[in-house]
């Protein structure tokens, strides 16, 4: 399935991600730094608990970790954003094909098998990818979790990786404990960051070419859809035999009442006759 993104305006993507992380990075660098400073003018534990390095790691990480994670979100709005503006061109150009694959259809000597035919190439362009047999491979079972589980994914690596990142610096028997702390949230941090990063570079790709569906379950969507095709057919009929019943009774009330009608005026002419009669004999 193409990408919805034009491919032009990439770089343009990237620097406005970009130059948004930078400015907001900017801006917490400030309270960040200015944290730091007051800590080490005011509190004398804190600097007997901290080192050099261990400062330069709390003044910059912030703001790192703010960069990282505005930028990332930019980065998505703005692909989503394109996505649209893309897909909204690309949706015109698909109906435009279902039409005339529609007319082709109608045409054809088997309608039930043209139609089937069609609700199979709708299935396939919904947004999924179908895997022939029954039965989905471990790949397509595990990027299928991925796709609708990121957040779980990237908690499950991330904790994992800061576990293994701990465990490693509690080996440097050299180290102090705040040191080996600071070291690990300085490592973890670019770590998790870099697994947001792949992890939602997955889950877009996955997003845009499909979730994995298998030949099985792409014949049961299809025939489901001609299923409620049938149903609302029949719907549509028997909406039109109530309305013409509708119609026909309401037909045969004014009949019966423009009947009654001219009853009662041909007995209200009939007695104004005889009324007539009798006062031309007296």
Known sequence: MPTYTPQAKQD????????????????????SVAGVAVAMKYSPRFVKATNFQSRTALAIMPPLFVFGLT???????????MAHEGSAAWN????????????????????????????????EASGVRIVPGDNLGLQHRALNYWQANPFKML???????????????????????????????????FAVIGLLLGFMGVKTYMDTEGTYITEAQAEAKAAEMARKRDMLLSRIEFNKKLEADRKEM??????IDVQHSLQDKVASLKTAIDAGDHSHAH
Not at 13 to 24: I, L, N, Q
Not at 160 to 187: A, C, P, W
Not at 250 to 255: E, L, Q, S, V
């Open 250 to 255: 309401i037909r045969k009330a004014h009949d």
């Open 12 to 31: 343009e993507v990237a620097t406005s991600a970009f130059d948004t992380g930078m400015m907001y990075c900017a801006l917490a660098t400030i309270p």
């Open 155 to 189: 908690a499950a690596a991330g904790v994992s990786t800061v576990l293994y990142i701990f465990k490693g610096k509690s080996n440097q028997s050299h180290l102090q404990l705040q040191s080996k702390i600071m070291h690990t949230r300085v490592y973890g941090q």
């Open 71 to 81: 930028s990332e979100k930019k980065l998505e709005h703005e692909m989503k954003q």
């Open 92 to 123: 015109q150009e698909q109906e435009a094909k279902h039409r005339e694959e529609i007319k082709n259809f109608i045409k054809s000597a088997d309608q039930t098998k043209a139609m089937m035919d069609l609700y199979r190439s709708e299935v």
